[in-house]
């Protein structure tokens, strides 16, 4: 079975509901360099996934546990990307998340909860946004 899949520098701007449900046993998935606006519930399906890199200048938010059911996931980059706001819970369910690479996107505003449920978290990389001011990150 597949264990990585790299679709980086492609085209791809949105990614069909259950185009990834035979793929249960993906380990590692690298987006890098494609025009998605969101990530939504279309990777619900990788429910063995552990290292998530997305790159996308178009993709401008996470909500609230939006990445929730990847419950296995310990490394998720989304360096390069174009997120101004963290909201409560963006991360929310993620209780095995080691790394977190946000870094070199326009972040202005963490919200006081994004970061809550992060209990496993060791790295977490702000470079390059455009914070302020902070309140209660961790």
Do not use: W
């Amino acid at each position: 079975s597949l264990n990585n899949l790299d679709l980086s520098e492609n085209q791809i701007g949105y990614l069909k509901y259950g185009i990834f449900k035979a793929l249960a046993k993906l380990k590692i998935f690298k987006l890098i360099n494609n025009p998605i606006k969101s990530i939504g519930d279309n990777l619900k399906f990788l429910i063995s996934l552990e290292e998530l890199n997305v790159r996308s200048k178009l993709l401008a938010s996470i909500e609230s546990y939006e990445l929730s059911y990847l419950t296995k996931l310990y490394e998720l980059k989304l360096k390069g990307c174009n997120l101004t706001i963290l909201n409560n819970y963006a991360f929310g369910g993620l209780i095995y998340l080691e790394l977190l690479d946000l870094s070199q996107n326009r972040i202005e505003l963490i919200m006081e909860n994004a970061f809550k449920q992060l209990e496993s978290l060791i790295f977490l990389y702000l470079d390059n946004n455009q914070l302020n001011k902070h309140k209660n990150l961790y």
